[in-house]
């Protein structure tokens, strides 16, 4: 296999990964947001929604920027027109 083509796939696992990881922690902060609406917003569950919408998106934006650019190589490969 080519070695590019392996790191590629490497990469693409591990953009992958850190997708559904930022989107779990987004998906946590919604939740814990609702369950905060619901008891008058205590401190902790404030904190909780804080940080899991800052790691959430200090994970998922690169990610998808990665992600975007693998498919992007990958396109570029099978047509040919690298520019």
Known sequence: MDPVLARRQLIDRYAKLAQRVGYALLGVA?????????TGFPSPLVVVITWTLVAGSVVLAPAMVIGYTVKAADRADREDDWR
């Not at 939740?31 to 905060?36: G, M, P, T």
């Open 30 to 38: 919604i939740v814990v947001f609702f369950i905060a609406l619901a």
